[in-house]
């Protein structure tokens, strides 16, 4: 089994038809994916609980950058998130194998957009993704 390296990792944001754009100055992205719920179907004299699969629901992925008011992409994820925009995004890898790139492309809203200035660090905006239907799917990037 091939193992590949996580920090080559690229997050985009789709402006128009299949073309994405880099999302500059990442600093940490959290998990891309979804939970199933579960129904309880467990039955008086059943000796262990018993349940079916239920709905997904996408996660929220948490995304970090050093946050620049003048770049194009920061600045459509703020109005994004002021318009309540459902928008397509990619998790890329670009070492896959030679000249090969897989993607994560799902479509989330963002729920939560904050700021903060650190003493000790970067002029930093944390952002909230929710991830919704029709959920995560794996794609060779265009």
């Known amino acids: 089994?091939?193992?590949?390296?996580?920090?080559?990792?690229?997050?985009?944001?789709n402006t128009s038809g299949s073309t994405y754009v880099?999302?500059?100055?990442?600093?940490?992205l959290g998990d891309v994916g979804s939970n199933r719920n579960l129904i309880d179907v467990t039955a008086y004299g059943d000796a262990w609980a018993d349940y079916l699969g239920g709905v997904q629901d996408g996660t929220e992925v948490t995304?970090?950058?050093?946050?620049?008011p003048?770049?194009?992409q920061h600045a459509a994820m703020k109005a994004d998130?002021?318009?309540?925009?459902?928008?397509?995004y990619q998790l890329q890898?670009?070492?896959?194998?030679?000249?090969?790139?897989?993607?994560?492309?799902?479509?989330?809203?963002?729920t939560q957009f904050v700021g903060r200035a650190p003493m000790d660090g970067a002029w930093e905006s944390e952002m909230t993704l929710k991830i919704v239907n029709p959920g995560v799917t794996q794609v060779?990037?265009?």
């Open 140 to 142: 060779t990037p265009s």
């Open 1 to 13: 089994m091939t193992k590949y390296r996580g920090f080559r990792a690229v997050f985009k944001r």
């Open 93 to 110: 890898q670009p070492d896959i194998s030679p000249n090969t790139t897989a993607a994560f492309q799902f479509p989330a809203i963002i």
């Open 70 to 72: 003048n770049d194009a």
């Open 63 to 68: 995304l970090r950058v050093a946050f620049d």
């Open 22 to 28: 880099t999302i500059g100055q990442v600093l940490e």
């Open 81 to 88: 998130y002021d318009a309540g925009t459902t928008k397509n």
